[in-house]
């Protein structure tokens, strides 16, 4: 299925007004790249998790159509035969039942309400959303669930979410963490070739805590040699204290095969003079040592102190809206109280 408004069109389906709205703020990178759009049901909405902080993912779509060079889906998509350069995330796998699939499992007597990481492999605000709404619809899920969830994304789109996470962050914890790796123009466009700008997804941010729900920023990953300078990791920080971010980590790039060969072809075209220091940093391991990784994230620990926001953990959650609000938000001409009863709440 082409999601894109005119491949909608032509293959006859309904004007879609929130989804041409969104597509046409967050969309443009992607109309005309040939993405391709499969429909292909899950069995689970869940996936077990080993090795991490967390013992439960979510994600609406496999693939990306991000495609940052440094994706470590690469990897994962490597070690199942599946291409893991430039052709990865121009065909998407859409779980369009997923939400079904996932009020069936947290309904079972069995399930504990842990912690449900959303967009741990994929990014669930990729253009995609914009016609399915998938991961709102997982949302409003987990929400009815009163289940704790966290979200991981470059997408500015979960503005569009916001009464959903309040909801939610009303039941049970809610935290979302905005990838920014750095502000730095050129390495964003080298290396992020889909993404909204980094600026705009603080911006989101920003929306987000305005709202009350917990929103971090995750600086990841930084790349040795281009974006871990001084004054970039500093921007980064100082960029996510004006928006407002309830906290900041930072990690480096990690290299397993997949990724790898992807990442440093685009390094030999983008910053041909770093090539040779990567090939040494990286030579037999995919993971960086103490010895470069400690000093980068000292840094950011302590920029994040310098701005105070490490301190910046609590939040307050916007007040429910009024039911006079409510009704307002579904009829645009409010009907007129008499003048007498408009003077005396005036006076109250
Ligand atoms: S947004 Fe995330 S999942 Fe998507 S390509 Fe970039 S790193 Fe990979």
Not at 25 to 53: D, T
Not at 282 to 298: H, I, S, T
Request: aromatic residues 6%; glycine residues 6%; proline residues 8%.
């Amino acid at each position: 299925m082409d999601v894109s408004r005119a491949g909608r069109q032509r293959e006859g389906h309904p004007p879609d007004a929130i989804a041409d709205r969104y597509e046409r703020l967050f969309y443009h990178p992607c109309v005309g790249m040939g993405i391709e759009y499969r429909e292909e049901p899950c069995k689970s909405a869940l996936n077990p998790v080993k090795g991490m902080g967390f013992k439960w993912s979510l994600n609406p779509y496999m693939g990306c159509v991000h495609r940052c060079t440094f994706c470590y889906v690469r990897h994962f998509e490597h070690r199942s035969d599946r291409p893991a350069d430039d052709r990865y995330g121009t065909s998407i796998r859409v779980k369009a039942n997923i939400a079904d699939v996932l009020r069936k499992e947290l309904a079972r007597p069995s399930w504990r309400h842990e912690l449900v990481v959303i967009g741990a492999a994929t990014d669930p605000y990729q253009p995609a959303e914009g016609r399915y709404h998938l991961t709102r619809a997982c949302l409003e899920t987990l929400r009815d669930a009163a289940n704790p969830l966290s979200i991981i994304t470059r997408g500015p789109m979960i503005v569009r979410d916001i009464d959903v996470l309040t909801d939610a962050a009303r039941r049970a914890d809610v935290s979302v963490t905005f990838s920014v790796p750095t502000v730095d123009e050129e390495v964003w466009r080298k290396t992020e070739p889909s993404t909204a700008h980094p600026r705009q997804r603080l911006r989101a941010l920003a929306r987000l805590v305005e709202a009350g729900i917990n929103a971090r920023v995750g600086m990841a990953p930084i790349l040795p040699g281009i974006s871990d300078k001084p004054e970039q990791l500093r921007e980064v920080v100082r960029a996510a204290r004006e928006a407002g971010a309830t906290g900041i980590w930072a990690n480096l790039l990690f290299l397993r095969p997949g990724t790898r060969e992807h990442f440093l072809e685009h390094l030999a075209e983008d910053w041909p003079e770093q090539l040779p220091q990567y090939q040494e940093l990286y030579a037999g391991r995919a993971y960086l040592g103490a010895d470069v990784m400690k000093p980068v994230k000292q840094a950011v620990s302590g920029l994040a102190r310098e701005y105070g926001i490490a301190d910046r953990r609590k939040v307050r959650l916007a007040p429910p809206p009024e039911p006079e609000q409510l009704s307002l938000a579904v009829d645009p001409v409010p009907k007129r109280a008499p003048a007498g009863a408009r003077g005396r709440r005036r006076a109250g």
